[in-house]
């Protein structure tokens, strides 16, 4: 019942996170309210689902705490099913009230900005994501940061990530976020940059978070 709680926990936070943030996308033109949305609502959920799972909403953070042995194999993985399952939800929905939409659902593409790129999209996400997954082992992990301004930590984190790269790759940080609103279009043009990306940027973040934290 426990281990349930926390996979339902990641399917709630994953979900309102990929639906806020693509929402945000289609219904506003400003970069400003497109971060503050993904970023608020990242704050939210570690303050309310951290103590039931570590709120991780993100296959990224999940797999490098995996590498880490801070979460262990089987629950990560099924951490990473139902996180998938909670984006799949929010793109659909987004796709029920909004099925017009010009950004096929607020997915995470390559920009004009980098003529479409899809290497140095690679680049900019695992950049991006880097400093997710730095602030997230040292707010959240090592304990090292008062529990009380981790979400604010964490949150703050992701939307200045969005204001620096959004423009560029869409700032997705996040497999899930983009893997969302690409199953509800049918558009998974290189979406392997969002897996990748993500998932070294994260990697490599903690371990330097471990460095800094003095941790072997």
Same mark, same amino acid.
């Given at each position: 019942?426990?281990?349930?709680?926390?996979?339902?926990?990641?399917?709630?936070?994953?979900?309102?996170?990929?639906?806020?943030?693509?929402?945000?996308?289609?219904?506003?033109?400003?970069?400003?309210?497109?971060?503050?949305?993904?970023?608020?609502?990242?704050?939210?959920?570690?303050?309310?689902?951290?103590?039931?799972?570590?709120?991780?909403?993100?296959?990224?953070?999940?797999?490098?705490?995996?590498?880490?042995?801070?979460?262990?194999?089987?629950?990560?993985?099924?951490?990473? =099913?139902?996180? @998938?399952? !909670? #984006? &799949? %939800?929010?793109?659909?929905?987004?796709?029920?009230?909004?099925?017009? *939409? /010009?950004? $096929?659902?607020?997915?995470?593409?390559?920009?004009?900005?980098?003529?479409?790129?899809?290497?140095?999209?690679?680049?900019?996400?695992?950049?991006?994501?880097?400093?997710?997954?730095?602030?997230?082992?040292?707010?959240?992990?090592?304990?090292?940061?008062?529990?009380?301004?981790?979400?604010?930590?964490?949150?703050?984190?992701?939307?200045?990530?969005?204001?620096? =790269?959004?423009? @560029?790759? !869409? #700032? &997705? %940080?996040?497999?899930?976020?983009?893997?969302?609103?690409?199953?509800? *279009? /049918?558009? $998974?043009?290189?979406?392997?940059?969002?897996?990748?990306?993500?998932?070294?940027?994260?990697?490599?973040?903690?371990?330097?978070?471990?460095?800094?934290?003095?941790?072997?």
């Amino acid at each position: 019942m426990v281990l349930l709680r926390r996979f339902l926990a990641e399917l709630v936070g994953t979900f309102l996170l990929v639906f806020v943030g693509s929402m945000a996308v289609d219904s506003s033109s400003s970069l400003v309210e497109v971060a503050l949305a993904h970023g608020l609502t990242l704050m939210a959920m570690v303050y309310v689902i951290g103590p039931v799972s570590g709120c991780h909403i993100n296959p990224a953070i999940t797999v490098s705490l995996m590498v880490f042995r801070k979460v262990r194999a089987v629950e990560g993985l099924a951490y990473i =099913v139902f996180q @998938l399952l !909670g #984006a &799949s %939800l929010a793109g659909f929905l987004h796709a029920v009230i909004l099925p017009e *939409s /010009g950004t $096929f659902y607020g997915l995470t593409l390559p920009g004009g900005a980098i003529n479409g790129d899809e290497g140095v999209a690679l680049l900019v996400e695992a950049v991006a994501t880097f400093s997710l997954g730095f602030a997230v082992y040292m707010a959240a992990v090592s304990g090292r940061v008062n529990d009380a301004v981790s979400g604010l930590v964490i949150g703050l984190t992701l939307a200045g990530a969005i204001l620096a =790269v959004g423009p @560029l790759t !869409g #700032a &997705s %940080l996040n497999p899930a976020r983009t893997f969302g609103p690409a199953l509800a *279009s /049918g558009n $998974f043009t290189a979406h392997w940059v969002y897996w990748i990306g993500p998932t070294v940027g994260a990697l490599v973040g903690m371990a330097a978070a471990r460095t800094v934290a003095g941790e072997k």
